[in-house]
């Protein structure tokens, strides 16, 4: 399993950034997949989550609104679009992929810096 993930650095508030993760190694298709994120000091959380097929989407009530996920199954590639940034949105973001039939299969990305400073 292997992911690839793409998009992070450094931003100004209300700036807007896309995050990238490409994935292989496992069948894209039948996982649902999220995006996580970890600041300073903090424990990590879930930012936003995206079905198989991208028919449902959800997302923390800190992100709703600014953030949009998306997802290519041709592509094995789930995206993060963020707008609005605010420097409390700087963390280091998890691209996660779940099973939806066994929690035994759940992967995760090396994680990618987004930073919100003026």
């Known amino acids: 399993v292997q992911f690839v993930e793409s998009g992070g650095g450094l931003v100004q508030p209300g700036g807007s950034l896309r995050l990238s993760c490409a994935a292989s190694?496992?069948?894209?298709?039948?996982?649902?997949m999220n995006w996580y994120r970890q600041a300073p000091g903090k424990g990590r959380e879930l930012v936003a989550g995206i079905s198989t097929t991208g028919g449902s989407t959800n997302y923390a009530d800190s992100v709703r609104g600014r953030f949009t996920i998306s997802r290519d199954n041709a592509k094995n590639t789930v995206y993060l679009q963020m707008n609005s940034l605010k420097p409390e949105d700087t963390a280091v973001y998890y691209c996660?992929?779940?099973?939806?039939?066994?929690?035994?299969?759940?992967?995760w990305g090396q994680g990618t810096q987004v930073t919100v400073s003026s």
């Open positions: 996660n992929a779940k099973s939806p039939y066994s929690p035994k299969y759940e992967y």
């Open positions: 190694g496992f069948t894209f298709s039948r996982y649902v």
